[in-house]
């Protein structure tokens, strides 16, 4: 079997994507980016679920704006606007039952999910919401400071989760969404240990082992979402300790695939290796996430529903 059919005989999940391709087509004018862009590549490249940051705290999310609950609810809006039009291609993960067992050809699935909860805008109220939208994932913060704690470029002053985002964490468990701690930093990262009551994600992240970056997690945490039930999806990306740019493409033979769950595996000792997804940026564009494949998707699977009902 080649790479291709492996990839597309194989169950697979991208741990995270970003919405930017949407927001940047609509704003030139196209009508349908989502169906008419994104899906479709997306089933070209055998991806059969998608986490699809639909909004979050960089400034790009809110389209240049600043007004990040607005333009979240216009993002949400043009994707379930545009899933009903697209005869089935595009589909919605919003239960367990929703999630895919086995790959369809002509569809792709996409959970939603917020990269930094800037758009609640410090409110309980806007959480749920979001929720009765389809929101199913968040990570409480990105790389900078908000209303729920801090992120990785706030490492300098120690500061951790506010009340507030131990509210956000234990009401988004409640209700059955998915916290993903990529872009938090340490201290925060711990006491969403001690609040959360599902297994946590780190959707995009990789170790300090094989660099030494604020956004990789150190041996302490990976073994601290291992034992906790979660899962940590491994990244190829330049700066993060993946490859570079230009050796991205997918492997010829597919091996490499696995390298980096290895090279984790080696960095933090044995024991971890049924809690990492490996990955591999896929088309080189606004997808940055990883993808897991083969029987790595178990266990994303397993994530994507620690907390969904
Ligand atoms: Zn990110």
């Known amino acids: 079997m080649d790479a291709k059919e492996l990839l597309m005989s194989s169950l697979v999940i991208e741990g995270h994507r970003d919405v930017y391709e949407q927001i940047y087509r609509k704003s ?23 986490v699809y940051a639909i909004s979050g705290d960089s400034y790009s999310h809110s389209q240049n704006t600043g007004r990040y609950l607005e333009t979240a609810l216009e993002q949400i809006d043009q994707f379930l606007e545009e899933a009903p039009r697209s005869e089935g291609m595009i589909q919605m ?11 369809e050809p002509g569809s792709v699935k996409f959970l939603l999910h ?3 909860c800037m758009p609640l805008r410090g409110s309980i ?23 729920l704690g801090d992120g990785v470029w706030e490492n300098r002053t120690g500061g951790g989760l506010t009340n507030f985002g131990v509210e956000v964490i234990k009401e988004a468990n409640r209700l059955g969404m998915v916290v993903d701690l990529s872009h938090m930093n340490r201290e925060g990262f711990f006491q969403t240990l001690d609040v959360a009551t599902a297994p ?42 993946g490859q570079s740019r230009d050796q991205r493409r997918l492997p010829a033979d597919g091996g490499a695939l696995g390298a980096p769950v290895a090279e984790i595996r080696v960095s933090v000792a044995e024991g971890v290796e049924e809690s990492l997804g490996g990955g591999v940026e896929i088309d080189g564009g606004a997808g940055l996430g990883n993808v897991v494949v083969d029987h790595h998707a178990g266990n994303q699977l397993q994530l994507a529903v620690l907390s969904l009902r």
């Open 93 to 103: 993960v919003k239960t367990r039952g929703d999630l895919p067992n086995k790959v």
């Open 28 to 50: 030139v004018g196209e009508e349908s980016p989502i169906r008419d862009a994104v899906a479709p590549r997306l089933i070209r490249d055998g991806i059969n679920m998608t």
């Open 114 to 116: 917020f990269e930094g």
């Open 200 to 241: 946590l994600l780190v959707s995009h992240a990789n170790a300090c082992g094989m660099l030494d970056n604020p956004r990789n997690l150190a041996d302490d945490q990976i073994k601290a979402i291992a034992n906790q039930g979660g899962l940590v999806g491994i990244l190829r990306v330049r700066g993060l300790g």
């Open 125 to 147: 109220h806007n959480l749920r919401n979001f929720y009765r939208l389809g929101l199913r994932s968040l990570q409480p913060v990105w790389n900078f400071r908000n209303e």
